[in-house]
């Protein structure tokens, strides 16, 4: 019976987990996107959904780990394949792998067309959006089919991907995958540009946003206090952003460098990558809820944290989080925990009216001051600059399906005729919302304008 040493065990062991958390983040989001979100008309949505389609493929590789590798391939643990078996799992891993951060930068893409270009739905639906899922699948298709009749796929540690065989061969002494270095490189290439494109995006959304609350600042001296509010957040969600991408293949990238110029393995670098690597969809699906948990929390001050997350993993609309908002002693005394909930079937079209006027002033780019003073730090204002990303794409869309303008909140808000786009949207998207059977919190400061997951 072969013997086995510890490190080839946990090399090939602990991708199978971490790769599990990673197939639960990425199957969570597709089955949100799907179930929740039909008709998936945002453009949004879709790029979440072939995000997550990129990476349960990715995942599935991970999970699959030494099983598909050779049998009787030497020091690895529980390979149990063929060759052919290896070169299934080195495509379908350059497949996802390729495709996971090019989406990522598609939906920075997105972002920064929205935010800081100005872009309306319709235009970024036309114009843009079959770049950008053209884009990534195209590149991660002819790089993994290009590694078929080159033999690339052999095993590299604890999968099969690109690499030479046997290991730490030259040239023409190798009988697979002697061009491998040069296709690792341009692997890398691609996923590293694709990453610095996400951080330039992301950095020039948080520029933008600095921008637009200076010239706020000094239009209107009241909002000089909450200078810089808004941008924290969206540097905050962008340092999260990116910050997932860098901890998914920054200790990849090394391990292959090294691997490249030593022609050796390091065990602690390979067992942080077998950590790190699999987890991109386990931090999508974090970065995903964020925004959900943040409203749940404004909604529930005094709930405690594993409650919350358990709130988080419900859509708005599930009956939990109307019992949730319920309970407490009758009356929704402040510091009773209950929260007064409307019911949508019984309210009336002018309340309605009344209320949405309230909720698109309330969040109105121009009125910050008013949504401090009601929110507090630890209002949904956490949530608002999300919020604000989806909420001036969907404006397009509530013309679309209603043939009309959005309501024009300035006139209620004391006949301003500077009614920002961020107004007009809010106030179609609270027109759109109020079609849905989800509970109406009575506060505007906790109406879920848009459901950025």
């Known amino acids: ?20 958390l990673s197939l639960c983040g990425s199957f969570f989001i597709f089955q949100d996107v799907v179930f929740h979100k039909k008709p998936i008309h945002r453009v949004y949505h879709r790029l979440v959904l072939g995000l997550s389609c990129s990476d349960m493929i990715a995942s599935i590789v991970n999970i699959l780990s030494t099983w598909p590798i050779p049998e009787g391939s030497a020091g690895v643990y529980l390979a149990s394949g063929t060759t052919q078996t290896c070169t299934a799992q080195g495509f379908f891993n350059e497949l996802g792998n390729l495709a996971t951060p090019l989406y990522n930068a598609s939906l920075c893409a997105y972002y920064v067309l929205v935010v800081r270009d100005g872009w309306m739905e319709d235009h970024i639906r036309t114009k843009a959006e079959p770049w950008m899922h053209l ?14 009749p080159f033999t690339l796929y052999n095993n590299s540690g604890w999968l099969c991907w690109i690499a030479a065989f046997p290991a730490k061969c030259q040239g023409d002494t190798c009988t697979r995958g002697e061009h491998a270095d040069i296709f690792r490189w341009v692997h890398y290439a691609i996923i590293w540009s694709a990453i610095l494109s996400v951080t330039l995006g992301m950095y020039s959304i948080y520029r933008k946003v600095r921008q637009q609350e200076r010239i706020q600042s000094q239009e209107r001296d009241d909002d000089a206090a909450s200078r810089g509010r808004k941008s924290k957040k969206v540097a905050i969600q962008a340092a999260l952003f990116v910050g997932a991408l860098y901890l998914t293949w920054i200790f990849t990238t090394i391990t292959r460098i090294y691997q490249i110029t030593t022609g050796n393995n390091n065990f602690v670098l390979l067992v942080l990558m077998a950590t790190f690597f ?7 699906c974090l970065i995903y809820l964020r925004p959900r948990y943040l409203r749940c929390r404004s909604r529930n001050p005094d709930a405690p944290v594993r409650q ?14 109307g019992l949730q908002q319920n309970r407490g002693p009758p009356g929704g005394a402040a ?9 949508p079937q019984r309210e009336t079209e002018e309340e309605r009216r009344r209320r949405r006027s309230s909720t698109a002033s309330f969040y109105s780019m121009g009125n910050s001051k008013l949504r401090n003073s009601d929110a507090g730090e630890g209002g949904d204002d956490a949530s608002y600059s999300i919020n604000t990303v989806n909420a001036i794409a ?4 509530y013309n679309h399906h209603n043939n009309a303008a959005p309501p024009r909140t300035g006139e209620e808000e004391g006949g301003d005729d500077r009614v920002s786009l961020t107004d007009r949207s809010l106030a179609a998207v609270e027109e759109a919302s109020t079609t849905s ?7 505007p400061s906790e109406q879920e304008m848009v459901d950025t997951s």
């Open 1 to 20: 019976m072969t013997h086995y040493s510890p490190r080839a065990k946990t090399l090939a062991l602990l991708p199978k987990f971490t790769g599990f």
């Open 135 to 148: 884009v990534p699948a195209t590149i991660a298709f002819t790089i993994a089919i290009l590694g078929i």
């Open 278 to 284: 699999p987890l991109q969809g386990f931090f999508n």
């Open 308 to 321: 919350l997350l358990k709130l988080s993993l419900y859509h708005e609309s599930h009956p939990i989080h």
């Open 335 to 343: 510091g009773g925990g209950g929260t007064d909930v409307r019911n």
């Open 394 to 397: 969907s404006v397009s869309d």
């Open 437 to 443: 059977d989800s509970p109406v919190p009575s506060d």
